[in-house]
């Protein structure tokens, strides 16, 4: 048997098949998912520091409705015009693609300073 042979058969080959898996973990795992929490009338965390391509989601954890509202419109997301509404429990997920500080808002709640900061590194 070559060498050749034994290392493209076997155990050889799933090595090298493992191998290749685990340089292009790096590239699928680029992207992360964050949580933030509303309850007590406040986001929690209130200010999250992510990369672009993640994801974050909004969880309704209280027992009153809330509307998300973006300051900058070119975010693409949820604005003053066009919020999104939480029911009770509603969850509700953001990709940025965007850099930037991106300050949020629940419209509702603003007398009682209900807002939040996503911002988004390369
Ligand atoms: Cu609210």
Not at 63 to 81: A, C, N, V, Y
Not at 90 to 114: L, P
């Amino acid at each position: 048997m070559s060498i050749l042979n034994s290392a493209v058969s076997g155990r050889g080959f799933n090595t090298l098949v493992f191998c290749l898996y685990m340089l292009s973990i790096p590239v699928n795992a680029s992207s992360a998912e964050y949580k933030v929490s509303m309850q007590g009338w406040e986001f929690d965390p209130a200010s999250l520091m992510i990369k672009t391509g993640d994801t974050v989601i909004w969880i309704n954890n209280d027992d009153t409705r809330h509307k998300l509202s973006f300051e900058d419109s070119s975010l693409g997301g949820p604005t003053r015009e066009n919020a999104h509404k939480f029911n009770i429990g509603e969850n509700f997920s953001f990709r940025f693609t965007k850099v930037g500080e991106f300050k949020y808002t629940c419209i509702t709640h603003e007398g009682q300073d209900m807002s939040g900061i996503v911002i988004v590194k390369d």
